[in-house]
Every structure is written in C-alpha cells, then in structure tokens.
C-alpha cells in the first residue's frame, strides 16, 4: 500500500514556474515508478509525466516536452514535477500516481494522490 500527498500548487502567471511535490508514505516507495497526471474542467485525466523507480528512465507527454522535468528522490520518498514557461493550457488539478511499472496508463497506476491545483493566469 502506498499513500501519496500532493503539494506545491497555485496560482502563476503565464511564462512562470511552480514545483510540485508528491510525498510517499511505505518503505516500497523506491520500487515503483511514479507519474504525474492533470485534469482539467469538463476533460479527461492525461498523462504528463512519469519516472521509472530509478529515476533513469522518464517520459513526458508532448505538450510538457522541454518544459517540464520529473524527478524523485528515494531517500525522501518524493517525486517531484519542476514546471517552467508555463501556459494557460497547463491549468488542472495535478494528481501523483505509483504503479509497478513505468507506463503512461492511467489505468496501470493502482495508487493515487487527491491531486494539487495549478492554474495559470495569462
């Protein structure tokens, strides 16, 4: 079981940066993989990133590419989401997620945040 706590949100101007943190509850923390996932009002959860329980492998959805960078540290049991330039279009409510295997599925992450809002002024 693996409990996991968004922090880090608010509110931003277009073209600034916010760093959100997901702190992880258990001693697995460090074997699973970790994503970051957003939803927006009236839209569907898409994925936005994600990191394998090493940290040496991560992927990034094509909208977050070089914008975007998700990192973790074991020894804390915390993944974390650095976001730079950011746009309107990134307002959301930003969920963490774990998952057994780094996969951009929603559906393959058994275990959640209750997620941390973003919005973006322009």
């Known amino acids: 079981q693996v409990q996991l706590v968004e922090s880090g949100g608010g509110l931003v101007q277009a073209g600034g940066s916010l760093r959100l943190s997901c702190a992880a509850s258990g001693r697995t923390f460090s074997s699973y993989a970790m994503g970051w996932f957003r939803q927006a009002p009236g839209k569907e959860r898409e994925f936005v990133a994600a990191i394998s329980w090493s940290g040496g492998t991560a992927y990034y959805a094509d909208s977050v590419k070089g914008r975007f960078t998700i990192s973790r540290d074991n020894a804390k049991n915390t993944v974390y989401l650095q976001m730079n330039s950011l746009k309107p279009e990134d307002t959301a409510v930003y969920h963490c997620?774990?998952?057994?295997?780094?996969?951009?599925?929603?559906?393959?992450?058994?275990?959640w945040g209750q997620g941390t809002q973003v919005t973006v002024s322009s």
């Open positions: 997620a774990a998952a057994p295997v780094l996969t951009t599925t929603p559906v393959q992450y058994p275990y």
